[in-house]
């Protein structure tokens, strides 16, 4: 996935990266190698934007555990998007808290994108099922 991918993804569960008053600034970041090189991080205590991590849909556990060590609020949405803008695009919405606790995986073999911030709330909400799940988005 590329920086259009991002922007198909944050589409298709229609939302938005940046909300007046909650979310202003946006982070992205490279999943493959974000575990190894603290200096992804700097910068990251209590950030108050969207991040999006491409390519980290194996990590998430991890990656939520390190998030919420630098102060970014357990209840936090998290959406994984995968296969964004295809005709198999599917959607799954948890927090922080739940992502540090459970081992959530993508459930196909495409690519995957993960978002994560206040700004997803409303789209979490409104798409919200009782499994979390979203499936066919496009």
């Known amino acids: ?3 259009s991918s991002v922007t198909a993804g944050i589409s298709s569960i229609q939302s938005s990266l940046t909300l007046r008053g909650i979310s202003r600034q946006i982070i992205i970041l490279d999943g493959h190698t974000i575990l190894e090189d603290n200096r992804s ?3 990251m205590e209590n950030f108050l934007g969207t991040i999006v991590i491409l390519m ?4 998430i556990k991890e990656l939520s555990m390190i998030l919420i060590s630098k102060g970014i609020p357990e209840n936090t949405p998290i959406a994984l998007v995968e296969n964004a803008s295809s005709h198999i695009s599917s959607a799954n919405f948890f927090t922080l808290r739940e992502a540090s606790l459970n081992s959530f995986a993508k ?3 495409g690519p995957g994108i993960l978002y994560v911030g206040e700004a997803l709330r409303s789209a979490m909400e409104e798409l919200k ?3 979390k799940t979203i499936s066919s988005l496009s």
Do not use: C, E, M
């Not at 980290?56 to 990590?59: D, E, H, L």
């Open 1 to 3: 996935p590329g920086v």
């Open 41 to 43: 991080w700097v910068g």
């Open 56 to 59: 980290g849909t194996q990590k």
């Open 107 to 109: 459930s196909s073999t």
């Open 129 to 131: 099922l009782d499994d």
